[in-house]
């Protein structure tokens, strides 16, 4: 059987604040931070179409790059619906570097 363990979650919330505030007044403290990098902001139609261009693509080989449907890439590049989440990310990689699509 496991031995339970008792847990004063007021001390470690207690605690955790001290810790952020110390963190706050630029002293060391062991703590992980970690930096979440902003969404990225939208592409226009022209920029999407570009990029592909830059691979030398049809819109149905972009659409396997990207793990999407050849529908969706042909509504984004017409603007009638836009990339989100994860294909937007990869549509930003590919736009500083086009050939990072082929080496995953």
Known sequence: ??????????????E?????AAYGRGEAVNLRVTSIPSRPKAISPREIRRIRLALQASQPLFARYLNVSTNAVRSWEQGTRRPRQAALK?????????????VA
Request: glycine share 0%; aromatic share 4%.
């Open 16 to 20: 955790a604040l001290r810790d952020v």
């Open 90 to 102: 990869l549509l930003v990689i590919a736009k500083k570097d086009p050939k990072a699509l082929l």
């Open 1 to 14: 059987m496991a031995k339970k363990v008792k847990v004063n979650i007021f001390e470690d919330m207690r």
